[in-house]
């Protein structure tokens, strides 16, 4: 997706995101990119980018990645806004009827009436042909 006569890109990110760019086989942290790192734009280069935590509002975070020209003219740039979505399986993990986001008994799991963890019920069986 680099404009034509681009040789070389750099990243900035907003705070929440975590960026990785890996340029022949070898992954570097992308948090290099605030201090200016120009990586090669070469074929097979990979930028990842991830949030760590959930958003508070809608496109609160950015990752912009600058395009240069042989020489260090920049030639365009390219946004894309995001939003974090935070997902929990809470589950009622002492069997009290209660569900509880942090309860211990989460990480682990005991058979009988007096056990504790998550029940999970799963239908194998082929609903339609």
């Given at each position: 997706?680099?404009?034509?006569?681009?040789?070389?890109?750099?990243?900035?990110?907003?705070?929440?995101?975590?960026?990785?760019?890996?340029?022949?086989?070898?992954?570097?942290?992308?948090?290099?990119?605030?201090?200016?790192?120009?990586?090669?734009?070469?074929?097979?280069?990979?930028?990842?980018?991830?949030m760590s935590?959930?958003?508070?509002?809608?496109?609160?975070?950015?990752?912009?990645?600058?395009?240069?020209?042989?020489?260090?003219?920049?030639?365009?740039?390219?946004?894309?806004?995001?939003?974090?979505?935070?997902?929990?399986?809470?589950?009622?993990?002492?069997?009290?009827?209660?569900?509880?986001?942090?309860?211990?008994?989460?990480?682990?799991?005991?058979?009988g009436p007096?056990?504790?963890?998550?029940?999970?019920?799963?239908?194998?069986?082929?609903?339609?042909?």
């Open positions: 997706a680099a404009p034509a006569g681009a040789v070389a890109f750099s990243v900035k990110h907003t705070e929440g995101v975590s960026v990785e760019v890996a340029c022949h086989g070898r992954e570097e942290d992308g948090s290099a990119a605030s201090s200016g790192t120009r990586w090669p734009l070469d074929k097979g280069t990979v930028l990842r980018f991830s935590r959930a958003s508070t509002e809608v496109n609160d975070n950015k990752v912009t990645v600058s395009f240069y020209a042989e020489g260090g003219q920049p030639i365009n740039q390219a946004g894309v806004f995001l939003t974090g979505i935070g997902i929990s399986l809470d589950v009622d993990a002492d069997r009290d009827g209660v569900v509880e986001k942090n309860n211990p008994n989460k990480a682990s799991w005991t058979w007096e056990g504790h963890g998550a029940i999970l019920l799963v239908s194998c069986d082929k609903e339609s042909p």
